[in-house]
């Protein structure tokens, strides 16, 4: 025997359509209220009926739709747009780390944090790129850059703003 026989359930559960259910919800004559009415036969059904998957599927979505909201929020932080320093206060931490003329200056958001980006040029051809973190004043990045990989870099920018 491969697999044994389904055993009967110690008691039927109620299905609908039965003869002593009634659609209006009061009980079978002569029937107590209550016990072996059509309404707590039709409750039971309703109980014991629900498809256990049918439970796990909605635990699943309430749980996917928290972690949507939750990542919506949380990014919606990361990026937001105005910075806490002004571009003066950003040129003043930037001039400190390497001194020189100022050549551009943007607010960018560099890897989910927003920065003020400053190329100074530092002699007649050293170009350093340096990030502040527009909220609090940190250095995240310096880059010295030749003029030749200044003018990729700013190929490069335009060509991304086309798509």
Known sequence: ?????????????PRPGWA?????????????AGAGSGAGRRVAFMLHSAPMWMMCH??????????????TFAFAKTSSSKPKLT?????KIAL???PGTI????????????????????SKT?????????????IVAVQ????AKEAAEKAKEKKEKKH
Do not use: Y
């Not at 909605?58 to 990542?71: C, D, F, G, R, W």
């Not at 571009?87 to 040129?91: D, L």
């Not at 050549?103 to 530092?122: C, H, M, P, R, Y």
């Open 1 to 13: 025997m491969l697999f044994p026989e389904p055993r009967p359930s110690p008691r039927p559960l």
């Open 20 to 32: 002593d259910e009634r659609s209006d919800n009061t009980p079978t004559p002569g029937a107590e």
């Open 58 to 71: 909605m635990k699943k979505i309430l749980v996917l739709t928290l972690a949507v909201l939750l990542s």
């Open 87 to 91: 571009r003066a206060q950003a040129e």
């Open 96 to 98: 400190a780390k390497a």
């Open 103 to 122: 050549q551009s200056a943007e607010l960018e958001n560099e890897k989910g944090k927003l920065v003020w980006s400053f190329d100074i040029k530092t």
């Open 126 to 138: 050293d170009i350093t790129e340096i990030l502040v973190n527009a909220n609090d004043g940190s």
């Open 144 to 147: 010295h850059e030749t003029p």
